[in-house]
């Protein structure tokens, strides 16, 4: 308990500035001494407290992440933060440092003197500030909290550490596949130079493991995907087949939002774009009745890629 009110006792005096004894006039002053402006002072550490508070609002509102217009609420109080320590530099530089007309040019800094001569024109022009240290506290509160808000965005680059989510998909053996009105998608129903999307029946379409494109090759045979593209995790929305075969490039998936282009006929490898590895393919069976299933888990890991490729598999 004392030590406690030690910390508040100490806050309180640093908040009201503790007075220091007078510093002996210098004979060599340089820049004549400015009268305190506690006013100024006052204002300076406002407008730095309110830059915190709205760089601290840049990352709640970041966090939150369902508030209505997110886009111009962070733009909004990033803006602010800014705005205001702006504001807090111009008072410091108007109503806080000396400032004085010479009516000659500096001497080139090439000798020591030179050089603390410049030193104690620094040191002698904050001569009007009262408590530098709770402004320059204040001051590197707002800054430091303004260099959280810039660095917040990073959290959308993916997790660092906790990754075993990204891995999980509700497709494992027997799971069969049905279309956008959750019909059983049958083998007879896929034709060629056509594309399918389908889901895992019963399974949540949000999760970025569900949705597959099914295509029925040349050869007869039928292959499911991810829909998810392995670049920028864009939906695989296009599939190319040839209108003249002698002179066009063979069937392909394509993601139409990085033009990511991807081969169905073996095993979703990258045949153009900056994707930097196949798409995963799902194993596929059909049952007594015709219907399409699942007869495994997807070949890869579903979704973007970083660090270059994502490591491990797939997994139920």
């Known amino acids: 308990m004392t030590k406690l009110k030690d910390l508040l006792v100490a806050l309180v005096v640093l908040a009201l500035g503790r007075k220091r004894p007078p510093r002996p006039e210098r004979d060599d002053r340089i820049v004549e001494a400015g009268p305190p402006s506690r006013g ?6 406002v407008l730095f407290f309110l830059a915190t508070l709205a760089g601290a609002a840049f990352i709640v509102v970041y966090a939150l992440d369902r508030l209505g217009s997110q886009t111009q609420w962070l733009g909004l109080c990033i803006g ?16 806080l440092v000396v400032t004085e007309e010479l009516v000659h040019e500096y001497p080139d800094t090439e000798h020591a003197d030179e050089q603390s001569k410049i ?6 022009s904050g001569s009007r500030f009262t ?21 917040t965005p990073a959290a959308s ?31 007879h129903d896929v034709e060629e130079e056509s594309f399918y999307t389908a889901y895992p029946e019963g399974a949540d379409r ?7 494109v099914v295509v029925r090759l040349a050869s007869r045979e039928i292959v499911a995907y991810s829909k998810i593209c392995t670049h920028a995790g864009c939906a695989i929305a296009l ?46 069976l059909v049952d007594g009745d015709g219907n399409l299933r699942a007869a495994g888990n997807f070949s890869g890991p579903v979704g973007p890629s970083w660090s270059g490729v994502r490591q491990g598999g797939a997994r139920s």
């Open 119 to 124: 030193e104690q024109i620094v040191e002698e």
């Open 206 to 212: 949000e999760l970025m493991g569900s949705p597959v």
């Open 80 to 95: 602010l933060a800014f705005m205001l320590l702006a504001v807090a530099c111009m008072v410091i530089t108007h109503k």
């Open 239 to 284: 599939y190319r087949k040839p209108t003249f075969a002698p002179t066009q490039p063979k069937p392909a998936l394509v993601c139409p939002c990085h033009y990511s282009t991807f081969d169905p006929a073996d095993h979703g490898k990258v045949l153009f774009g900056p994707a930097g590895r196949a798409l995963p393919q799902l194993p596929l």
């Open 157 to 187: 680059l993916g997790p660092v550490l906790d990754t075993e989510e990204l891995y999980k998909t509700p497709w494992r053996r027997g799971k069969r596949l049905v279309d956008e009105e959750g019909k059983p998608l049958a083998a």
């Open 131 to 151: 408590r530098k240290r709770i402004v320059t506290l204040a001051g590197l509160g707002a800054l430091g909290t303004l260099g959280l808000a810039a660095l």
């Open 40 to 45: 100024a002072e006052n204002w300076v550490l």
